[in-house]
T-cell receptor, first 110, second 114 residues
Framework: DAKTTQPNSMESNEEEPVHLPCNHSTISGTDYIHWYRQLPSQGPEYVIHGLTSNVNNRMASLAIAEDRKSSTLILHRATLRDAAVYYCILGKTSYDKVIFGPGTSLSVIP | EPEVTQTPSHQVTQMGQEVILRCVPISNHLYFYWYRQILGQKVEFLVSFYNNEISEKSEIFDDQFSVERPDGSNFTLKIRSTKLEDSAMYFC????????????FGEGSWLTVV
């Protein structure tokens, strides 16, 4: 299975943009890039996913490198509520389970 | 927005007792999952379920665990004889299986075995 590498932790100031990096150098052509997050004491929450093109939704943007070996989750204006562990996960186009790594723990400073 | 609901939110049980954790997945979803998270640790995959049978399970999901979809809406996880080390948050999840398999998680059931 292709693996992802993320920094253990990051800090951001409130209302500033946050760029959360993820490396996935062994990604295969059919792997989607998913981002989930887990707020304290809550279940994991889907954030965004993409295959090749950059994606935007109401929560975040996903920038995917041209060679697909890395991606960046962009939170345009961090709020205190965005403090969470963010997981970058590769998933197939089938019903394949999601396997969580350690993720990046994001702290947001008021 | 549709959501996965889980009951109970918290259960305390004595070691050796049977526990059933219940989940109502999102109504048009076809794939169902259970995960667990021991306090302070990462979320771990237990089992996936599709078309009324287990499609994949992890090595954590041993003979003391079972899953069932008893009707068209519920999805249950049974732990036959609980151990202290089963104390964890258990998350149910579901997916439509489309568009890269986005999975939606419930808020979890916190199980404490004493």
């Amino acid at each position: 299975d292709a693996k992802t590498t993320q920094p253990n932790s990051m800090e951001s100031n409130e209302e500033e943009p946050v760029h959360l990096p993820c490396n996935h150098s062994t990604i295969s052509g059919t792997d989607y890039i998913h981002w989930y997050r887990q707020l304290p004491s809550q279940g994991p929450e889907y954030v965004i996913h993409g295959l090749t093109s950059n994606v935007n939704n109401r929560m975040a943007s996903l920038a995917i490198a041209e060679d697909r070996k890395s991606s960046t989750l962009i939170l345009h204006r961090a709020t205190l509520r965005d403090a969470a562990v963010y997981y970058c996960i590769l998933g197939k186009t089938s019903y394949d389970k999601v396997i969580f790594g350690p993720g990046t723990s994001l702290s947001v400073i008021p | 927005e549709p959501e996965v609901t889980q009951t109970p939110s918290h259960q305390v049980t004595q070691m050796g007792q049977e526990v059933i954790l219940r989940c109502v997945p999102i109504s048009n979803h076809l794939y169902f999952y259970w995960y667990r998270q021991i306090l302070g640790q990462k979320v771990e995959f237990l089992v996936s379920f599709y078309n009324n049978e287990i499609s994949e399970k992890s090595e954590i999901f041993d003979d003391q665990f079972s899953v069932e979809r008893p009707d068209g809406s519920n999805f249950t996880l049974k732990i036959r004889s609980t151990k202290l080390e089963d104390s964890a948050m258990y998350f149910c999840a579901s997916s439509s299986g489309q568009w890269g398999n986005t999975i939606y998680f419930g808020e979890g059931s916190w199980l404490t075995v004493v």
